[in-house]
């Protein structure tokens, strides 16, 4: 019994040992991976994550968890991330919102300095659709008809912020288009009160509205990606309607804290895009409703930067900065 005692408390000393030591490369990981997804479980980010983590486990000889930390906006979460131990064991998985908070007000951490872009992991595109009721059948119709009415055409966003209200709010800038704001507390609430008629139009997530466009419950006016999607061949592309600048498609990253060595990005990266090829992980990317990606940090770290300046120029043309 001493002699397992020992071993026992020999075994305890080595762990808190690895867990205190500074991690390198060589090292690299000697301790648990969390992957903190600023969002509540369930959704398609969370998902992703879950992929990722059972990859990591699966490939390394430390186990990978996934801690959703909702909360502000996904500020609550990012936080947590920008100020861990830059060593590969704490991840952030993240969307779109990181670069479109980082454009809209001041944050607790510097989006473009205090993290490291790992890959993009999946793009969600996003379509223009309107209710039935709604005498517009394609967009130079549904332009013309919002700027006629006094009051503007309404149209639901998942919330102040997100990709479905930036999207209609570029739209308004480049267009000249009347829409008006109406916001509501998520994807379920929008679709529920656009299938019932109560406001007549949506910037949508394609993962949540395809069924209902196909079933004729909903009407698609146009894509918001810079090519057709497969899904609809016949839907064009708000860019090739006369706007070649207008492009969204929201999207999902992972990011780990600034100072965190080439190694161990470059170690992380090559599993996470591996996994993305995998035939298995792809289908279910694809069933998400999303597009799995997989990039360089470099290509990566490139497309945030873009993306923060683009929608720091969308939120002052709409006058939603807070800066």
Request: charged content about 15%; hydrophobic content about 45%.
């Amino acid at each position: 019994m001493q002699r397992i005692a020992a071993h026992a408390c020999m075994a305890l000393l080595l762990l808190l040992r690895a867990a205190g030591e500074p991690c390198s490369a060589e090292t690299y990981p000697n301790r648990p991976i969390e992957l903190v997804v600023p969002f509540v479980a369930g959704g398609t980010t969370d998902t992703v994550a879950r992929l990722i983590a059972q990859r990591l486990t699966d490939s390394w000889s430390f186990p990978a968890i996934v801690s959703n930390r909702p909360g502000g906006g996904s500020t609550i979460g990012t936080s947590l991330v920008a100020k861990a131990p830059p060593d590969g064991h704490t991840l952030l998985v993240t969307t779109i919102a990181f670069a479109i908070n980082a454009s809209l007000q001041k944050q607790p951490y510097d989006a473009l300095n205090d993290f490291v872009a790992i890959s993009e992991l999946a793009s969600i595109p996003l379509m223009l659709v309107v209710h039935p009721s709604l005498p517009v059948t394609n967009v130079k119709e549904f332009i013309a008809y919002s700027k006629a009415q006094p009051a503007g055409l309404d149209y639901a966003s998942s919330g102040p912020g997100t990709s479905t209200h930036l999207a209609a709010e570029m739209f308004n800038a480049m267009t000249g288009s009347k829409l008006v704001h109406v916001p509501f507390k998520g994807n379920a609430e929008v679709l529920n009160a656009l299938l019932g008629g109560h406001v007549k139009s949506h910037f949508a997530l394609t993962a949540s509205t395809l069924q209902h466009v196909r079933s004729g419950a909903l009407r698609a006016l146009a894509v918001t990606t810079e090519k057709r999607l497969p899904d609809l061949p016949d839907v064009p592309t708000i860019a090739e309607l006369g706007y070649p600048d207008y492009e969204i498609s929201s999207w999902q990253g992972v990011f780990v804290p600034a100072g965190t060595p080439k190694e161990i990005v470059g170690r992380l990266n090559r599993e996470i895009v591996a996994m993305l090829k995998t035939p298995e992980v792809e289908a279910r990317i694809l069933r998400e409703g999303a597009i799995p990606v997989g990039s360089s940090p470099e290509e990566f770290a490139t497309r945030f930067k873009n993306e923060v300046a683009k929608w720091a120029r969308v939120a002052k043309s709409a006058g939603l900065t807070t800066q």
